[in-house]
Each structure stands twice: as structure tokens, then as C-alpha cells.
């Protein structure tokens, strides 16, 4: 059975804690206040258990890195940069996505750090809840997970959430909460996305049903599989069929077919820190292709190739797309 | 019955309609057809080996290209280890060469571990090891490497954040 999820922060606090009990330094003191820490909330006592693991990454494999060969290699294993084919090495560098966790300083960082399950920009996270719901968050994303005997209830604060729902043993309903809207799935696959308070609800229905209710409207409108829609205090509107890319976030991808270069740009700009932006003059140019999402520096090489644009770099964090220069 | 196909008939025609794109998605990332030509056969080996239904798929070459780039992925840090691998035995002439199958398995084991600690420095991992092999305190491996106790310290966390991240997230 799948466990509770742990929160950034009780992790972070783990992983703190754990690295002290490894110097060889810890004191009676803190080996004291770690057990308290440990006995103060049952979710501490599941991340510190599954910080007991983390040796036997290495541990498990002593023998084989006994082998001073095997042990250098490991260590000297890196992906240098050089000729097009080593461009894939940037799919790895999660490195730098993953200080955005520990340094970001998001309008929406606080309240990341008070939800149950968060991810900074330019991280993503699948999580299986007690019940079977499977969610996977996108970039810059924050959701509650209020579950009582009488209702499952999932709240999405800001950004973008994908639900596959299981089937509750128990069986409570199943609520979707944002800013705009309630939603009620009948047995489903779906994605809600939700910038922030004010800027309306974005719901795309992968397979099964959803049933949408506005605070403040009497009736309810339900939206087929295949289809998205816009929800907003007017309601529901902008019924069509499902943009084929909606979710290829999940695999990592932002897929675009014949995708207006702003629409595009727009969407990379989510998954990255700092600013990015695309000049008027190329925003219609069209874009067809896969581009892994973890890696932007390789998409504005791909850009560059594949359009009449150039990348011009105001500092690190301000990049703009912008027509290419002649000559 | 009628048209319901059945699983290995869904992967044929999933095969037959989008090989060919697939060998010039993974062909133009590549710039080898041979090696193009493999990965493409073993993505739909891997599609079948996971039998999960491929009938009613809405986006087949995302789909295709999500699987694709998980072995472009494992095929790519395979490479890194046999490299780094290579070079380790060459700066130790007196290491004993392991036989083919050794080293075989040898690299496979090492490739495992290398997808926990993606992202580490050298250095990152030279610290990592250092304690969690050798049991050294971090103030010996700082003493070791000429770095403050400090600077061993967050090596360390960001060591354990990213196995962590591997494990659990």
C-alpha cells in the first residue's frame, strides 16, 4: 500500500538531520532533540525512515566498489559537454533544478512551503495516495490533500495537477477544489491547471467524466472525456476538443504541433526560473517537435536551428526570443 | 469479436504506422542510423514486455518518444560509465583486466548506482564515498581534500538529496 506523502519541508528537515548523523560529530545533546524531532509527528518518523535507506545506495554495492577501478569510475562519471550527441547530457542536470527547492524565492514559495505536496519551477512530481489517486504536479505547483471519513477532497492552490482517481475501498466521493471551481470526477483521468487566484481554471478530461460546479451557480455542467474547458466565475466556456500536447508535460515534454513560438515560449517559461519572453515580431512563426522540458538550454538550441531566431541573454535569468540578426 | 484486436495486433499497427518517424526522431538525436535502427526496435520491445494497451492512445508519438528517451537516457549514462570506466583502468596499468562478462555485469551494476548520484560532481561523489564506504568522519574527509568542514558538510546533504530524490520522488 502506497504511503502518506511527505512534504518538502519535514523532508528537507530529514535529509538535515540524517547528514548529521553522519559526520562522526553528532552530540548527546542533538542525538536527543533528533528523537524528539522523530517522536513529534508520525510524518517526521516516515521521512526519517526512509532516510535509513539512502546508505545502502552505496552500501549494497561494497563489493563491487572494493574494485579501485570501478570505485574511480564511479566517481569520474560525468557527461562532458562537446560534440551533438553529449547535448543529451543536459537531460541530467536536475542538479540545478533541484536548488530551486532549497533557494526559491517564488511570489507562491511560502505557500508551496505550507502545502501538502509542492514542486518549485522546473520540477515535477507523481505521488500514489493512500486510496490509489494517482497525481502527477507540474512545474511551480501546490496542492492540499484534505481526506476525512466523509470526502476525499484534493486543493489545488496554484498551478497544474494531473489525477488519475482510484477507486476508494471506503467509497468516499472524490473532490477537486480551485480558486474557480468544484469538481466532481466520475471515474477518470484529468488535468486541472490553475496559475493563480483570478486567472480562471483550465480543465482537460483525459478518459471518464467530470462534473463542474462554480461557487455562486446553481447548476452543474459536466465535461466529456476528450475535451477542455475554461471555468471562471461566468462559468463554464471554451468547450473543444483536447489539445493533443495538454499533457506531455507528464512524461516531461512539451509537444508541440504547429505551436505559435509565443504559446511555446509561454509554456517553456513556466518550467524555468527567471524571465523569459518572446519578441512580437516572431510570435507567429509555427514550431512542430518534442522537447524535453528539463533541459531549456537545449530547446533554444533547437530553436535557433530550426527558426529564423536568436537567443539574446540579458543576464542568465533573462532570456528573449527574438528575430535573428542579419549577417 | 470482429474488430477487436488483440494486444500484439495493436503493437503491429502502432509499428507499422510510426517506426519509421521514430527512426528519425531517435536518427536525428543520434546522427547514426545503425544505432537509430536499435533503439527504435528496442522501444517496442520494451512496449511489449510492458503489455500496458497501446489501442486507444491519444498522443502514439509522444508515447513513443517518452519510452525512446528513457533508452537514449540509459543508453547515454551507460556510455559515461564505460568511459569514465576506460580511463580509470588506463590510470591503474597494474589493474587486472575482468573478463567480458565480468565487465559486463560490472558496468551494468556501476550504471545503476550512476543514476542515483546523476547530477554529482566528482567531486560531490568523491565525498559521498569517502564517508559512506570508508567511514570516514567529515571532518577527516574535509582534512583529506583541503576543504572546510563546511563545505563537506553540504556536499554531503546534496548527496543525500539527490539519492533521496531517486528513491523516493
Known amino acids: 500500500m502506497p504511503e502518506a506523502p511527505i512534504s518538502p519541508r519535514v523532508r528537507d528537515q530529514a535529509l538535515a538531520w540524517f547528514s548529521l548523523t553522519q559526520s562522526g560529530d553528532i552530540s548527546e545533546a542533538e542525538l536527543q532533540q533528533l528523537q524528539r524531532w522523530r517522536q513529534s509527528d508520525s510524518e517526521h518518523e516516515r521521512a526519517w525512515q526512509r532516510m535509513a535507506q539512502l546508505p545502502g545506495v552505496l552500501r549494497n554495492h561494497a563489493r563491487v566498489l572494493d574494485n579501485p577501478v570501478a570505485r574511480g569510475a564511479l566517481q569520474q562519471t560525468r557527461y562532458v559537454s562537446g560534440d551533438r550527441r553529449q547535448v543529451l547530457k543536459l537531460l541530467f542536470g536536475v542538479g540545478v533544478l533541484g536548488a530551486a527547492a532549497w533557494h526559491g524565492k517564488d511570489s507562491h514559495w511560502v505557500q508551496g512551503e505550507l502545502a501538502d505536496l509542492a514542486t518549485a519551477t522546473g520540477q515535477r512530481l507523481h505521488r500514489t495516495l493512500a486510496d490509489g489517486t494517482q497525481l502527477w504536479l507540474n512545474t511551480a505547483s501546490a496542492v492540499d490533500l484534505r481526506f476525512s471519513d466523509s470526502e476525499r477532497r484534493i486543493v489545488l492552490r496554484f498551478g497544474e495537477v494531473d489525477i488519475l482517481t482510484g477507486h476508494d475501498p471506503a467509497g468516499r466521493p472524490l473532490w477537486v477544489q480551485t480558486p474557480d471551481a468544484l469538481l466532481q470526477p466520475l471515474g477518470t483521468r484529468f488535468c486541472v491547471r490553475c496559475d493563480e487566484a483570478g486567472s480562471g481554471t483550465r480543465l482537460s478530461v483525459s478518459s471518464g467524466r467530470v462534473s463542474v460546479s462554480v461557487p455562486g451557480r446553481p447548476e452543474t455542467q459536466v465535461v466529456e472525456a476528450g475535451s477542455q474547458a475554461f471555468i471562471d466565475a461566468r462559468g463554464v466556456s471554451q468547450v473543444g476538443p483536447m489539445d493533443p500536447g495538454a499533457t506531455a508535460w507528464i512524461d516531461g515534454f512539451i509537444v508541440a504541433e504547429r505551436m505559435r513560438l509565443a504559446d511555446f515560449v509561454a509554456q517553456l517559461a513556466r518550467h524555468r526560473r527567471g524571465i523569459l519572453r518572446c519578441d512580437p515580431a516572431v510570435a507567429e512563426l509555427r514550431l512542430t517537435g518534442s522537447f524535453p522540458l528539463d533541459d531549456p538550454e537545449r530547446i533554444f538550441s533547437q530553436l535557433v536551428d530550426s527558426l529564423p531566431v536568436g537567443v539574446q541573454r540579458r543576464t542568465r535569468y533573462w532570456v528573449t526570443v527574438v528575430p535573428r540578426q542579419a549577417g | ?169
Not at chain 2, 503493437?11 to 518517424?21: A, D, R, S
Not at chain 2, 559515461?80 to 590510470?91: C, D, G, I, N, S
Not at chain 2, 559512506?132 to 558538510?153: E, M, R, W
Request: proline content about 2%; some cysteine.
Open chain 2, 1 to 169: 469479436m470482429g474488430t477487436h484486436n488483440s494486444f500484439e495486433q495493436d503493437v503491429e499497427v502502432l509499428y507499422l504506422q510510426h517506426h519509421g518517424w521514430l527512426k528519425g526522431w531517435l536518427q536525428r538525436r543520434l546522427g547514426e542510423a545503425a544505432d537509430a535502427d536499435d533503439l527504435a526496435q528496442d522501444t517496442f520491445v520494451r512496449i511489449i514486455r510492458a503489455r500496458s494497451p497501446v489501442a486507444e492512445l491519444k498522443q502514439p508519438l509522444a508515447y513513443l518518444a517518452t519510452i525512446a528517451n528513457s533508452l537514449l537516457v540509459n543508453r547515454w549514462r551507460r556510455l559515461a560509465v564505460e568511459r569514465a570506466y576506460a580511463e580509470a583502468l588506463a590510470a591503474q596499468p597494474e589493474a587486472v583486466e575482468l573478463s567480458a562478462e565480468a565487465r559486463y555485469l560490472l558496468i551494468e551494476t556501476l550504471t545503476e548506482i550512476d543514476a542515483v548520484l546523476h547530477g554529482l560532481s566528482p567531486r560531490v561523489r568523491e565525498i559521498f564515498l569517502l564517508s559512506q564506504l570508508d567511514g570516514l568522519t567529515y571532518k577527516q574527509i574535509a582534512a583529506q581534500l583541503g576543504l572546510s568542514v563546511n563545505q563537506v558538510q553540504k556536499a554531503m546533504l546534496k548527496a543525500f538529496s539527490r539519492c533521496y530524490a531517486s528513491l523516493f520522488e
